[in-house]
């Protein structure tokens, strides 16, 4: 029996390479030894609830590692592993657009100069980009893929202020209208199971996106890791993580929520092993993986499924 659902239910990103590229193409996570304003004073010292010292970061700039040096060995092990062809390079930690421009334009040339780099995903900020910054990544566009990935969470404001994130989804709309129409990929980072959120609160962020028609998503659990607020909340009690279940159905929940055009560049987060205080299922992403493939078989669902139609379930 003919069915319209397509074999593979969301639009994932290895896809969406393989498609613009014609060859298996991997993101290359670099460190390039910035900071954030909710690090360094200028918003706050503390940080989000869920953030621990390195940012999310490998720690390689600290050690004296060049972004050049960090590529040419992360190649050789995902041509190795993936066979892959060509590289995304993705400044991943802290906030990427914070730094002068000339600081940016050296970080961003060196990683490019590298042989078979196709683009870069360049991780920040809403309220760190503004129109000398733009204007620098919209110059790469004309040969290379250029991906802004920001960093909203919740399109919840009490939310925000709970994890001392330090901006209002307000920023995140500002950002995403001074981005737009230069040519530059917009991806939003979305965490699951945030405090006080519900499954209402989940539908909402993904209508939300929705609604601003951005190009590309990233969904975290929010787990929890070594000397981070979030452990203080969580070893007294006051903040509980998620099942592996109760996961699987909210990402399903916000899977049918947003267009089916929209790129998937992540469905769960990655904990490292040595860090990591909650939950241990973190750690299995191909267990989450099967779960969520499983729970949108037996909804009969997909990707994109309420976008156009009234949601009353």
Known sequence: MKTDIPVRRY?????????AFGCRVQKIA??????????????SSRGCIFCNERGSGTGAHQKGIAISQQIAVAK?????????????????????????LTTLEKLYNEALGEEDVVGLSVGTRPDCVDRPILDLLESYTASRLIWVEYGLQSAHDETLRAINRGHDAGRFISAVEKTRNRGIKICAHIIIGLPGEDREHVRQTARFLTDLGIDGVKLHLL???????????????????LSQDRYTDLVCDFLERIPAHMIIQRLTGDPHEHELVAPRWALDRNETFKRINRELELRDSRQGIFVNNTDTK
Not at 12 to 18: A, E, G, I, V
Request: glycine share 4%; charged share 20%.
């Open 11 to 19: 639009t994932d990103l290895n896809t969406y390479f393989r498609n």
């Open 30 to 43: 670099v460190d390039a030894g910035l900071t954030c304003p909710n690090r360094d004073g200028t918003i």
């Open 76 to 100: 050789k092990h995902l041509i190795r592993r993936y066979k892959a062809k060509k590289f995304m390079v993705y400044f991943q930690s802290y906030s990427n657009t914070y730094a002068p």
């Open 223 to 241: 787990y929890v890791v070594k000397n981070t607020q979030l452990e203080n909340l969580y070893e007294n009690g006051t903040y509980q993580c």
